[in-house]
């Protein structure tokens, strides 16, 4: 079956980096765009980035744009997000997601598979 697994979520201090790792499993990876959404608590599920199939072409909201970079690895089957200046507002869980549809797609309802999320804390 489909598997999206992330990994590299933890503690940070504001003005810090992590990079999250997501490796897929079960699909045909380049048959997908892949997203990273994040869910802060008592709040809702919300886009963060979307690369598309090749990876050539790639969005962000406008609240991590100029600090985080999707990319992905075609051969690894591995989609990632570096986080640069972090900043406490961006505590939450990281999730990503996988979307075979033709639209480009910022809403969550519209991905067909995710992963089980990885936390990310950023201390002030």
């Known amino acids: 079956q489909v598997q999206l697994v992330e990994s590299g979520g933890g503690l940070v201090q504001a003005g810090g980096s992590l990079r999250l790792s997501c490796a897929a499993s079960?699909?045909?990876?380049?048959?997908?765009?892949m997203g990273w959404f994040r869910q802060a608590p008592g709040k809702e599920r919300e886009f963060v980035a979307r690369?598309?199939?090749?990876?050539?072409?790639?969005y962000y909201a406008d609240s991590v744009k100029g600090r985080f970079t999707i990319s992905r690895d075609n051969a690894k089957n591995t989609v990632y997000l570096q986080m640069n200046s972090l900043k406490p507002e961006d505590t939450a869980v990281y999730y990503c997601?996988?979307?075979?549809?033709?639209?480009?797609?910022?809403?969550?309802?519209?991905?067909?598979?995710w992963g089980q999320g990885t936390q990310v804390t950023v201390s002030s």
């Open positions: 690369i598309s199939r090749s990876g050539g072409n790639t």
């Open positions: 079960g699909l045909t990876f380049i048959s997908y765009a």
């Open positions: 997601a996988a979307d075979r549809g033709l639209s480009i797609v910022f809403t969550a309802a519209r991905y067909d598979y």
